[in-house]
T-cell receptor, first 114, second 114 residues
Framework: DAKTTQPPSMDCAEGRAANLPCNHSTISGNEYVYWYRQIHSQGPQYIIH???NNETNAMASLIITEDRKSSTLILPHATLRDTAVYYC???????????????FGGGTRVLVKP | DAGVIQSPRHEVTEMGQEVTLRCKPISGHNSLFWYRQTMMRGLELLIYFNNNVPIDDSGMPEDRFSAKMPNASFSTLKIQPSEPRDSAVYFC????????????FGSGTQLSVL
């Protein structure tokens, strides 16, 4: 699975959009981009995933560049409850050899401030 | 949906004692994962099961660690004998058949080995 690079931490203001970058310059054509987050004292929580098209759900939007070498997770209106560590992961979809396992890196520690 | 249920929530034991962590996956999910999280090493995949069969246990640190999944609704992770360096948060996660992207994590077991 391709490696990802994320800033170790970032702050954002409550009510504003939070834009979380992720670099995955070695991503291959069949690898998806996944985002999870981990709120303090909880298990990781799935947010969103995509291949090459932008994706949106109730939690966030995922913008993937045309060359797929980077992506941005957007939390449209950050709240204090969005304070968490956010993980960007790339992995092959349906790769039985890889066993469909997710490998978590260091993530970005996001602090939403009032 | 009760989610992934782990027990106990906290475990404090003395070095050399046997520790058993328990996990009940979400009903209908056919894959189960055990992760360990420490400050130093982050989230590490220990082992995962598909249809109750262990697929990849390469993350299991030593022979002191063993995991079983006797049926689709229950799994255990056992450490015998436990050591202080085993102190960590242990997470169990499950995934639905055909859903490569979404892992649902439990709340974890905080293990302290004195």
């Amino acid at each position: 699975d391709a490696k990802t690079t994320q800033p170790p931490s970032m702050d954002c203001a409550e009510g504003r959009a939070a834009n979380l970058p992720c670099n995955h310059s070695t991503i291959s054509g069949n690898e998806y981009v996944y985002w999870y987050r981990q709120i303090h004292s909880q298990g990781p929580q799935y947010i969103i995933h995509g291949l090459k098209n932008n994706e949106t759900n109730a939690m966030a939007s995922l913008i993937i560049t045309e060359d797929r070498k980077s992506s941005t997770l957007i939390l449209p209106h950050a709240t204090l409850r969005d304070t968490a560590v956010y993980y960007c992961i790339v992995r092959v979809h349906g790769d039985k050899a890889a066993g469909n396992k997710l490998t978590f890196g260091g993530g970005t520690r996001v602090l939403v401030k009032p | 949906d009760a989610g992934v249920i782990q027990s106990p929530r906290h475990e404090v034991t003395e070095m050399g004692q046997e520790v058993t962590l328990r996990c009940k996956p979400i009903s209908g999910h056919n894959s189960l994962f055990w992760y360990r999280q420490t400050m130093m090493r982050g989230l590490e995949l220990l082992i995962y099961f598909n249809n109750n069969v262990p697929i990849d246990d390469s993350g299991m640190p030593e022979d002191r660690f063993s995991a079983k999944m006797p049926n689709a609704s229950f799994s255990t992770l056992k450490i015998q004998p436990s050591e202080p360096r085993d102190s960590a948060v242990y997470f169990c996660a499950s995934r639905r058949r055909g859903s490569n992207e979404k892992l649902f994590f439990g709340s974890g077991t905080q293990l302290s080995v004195l």
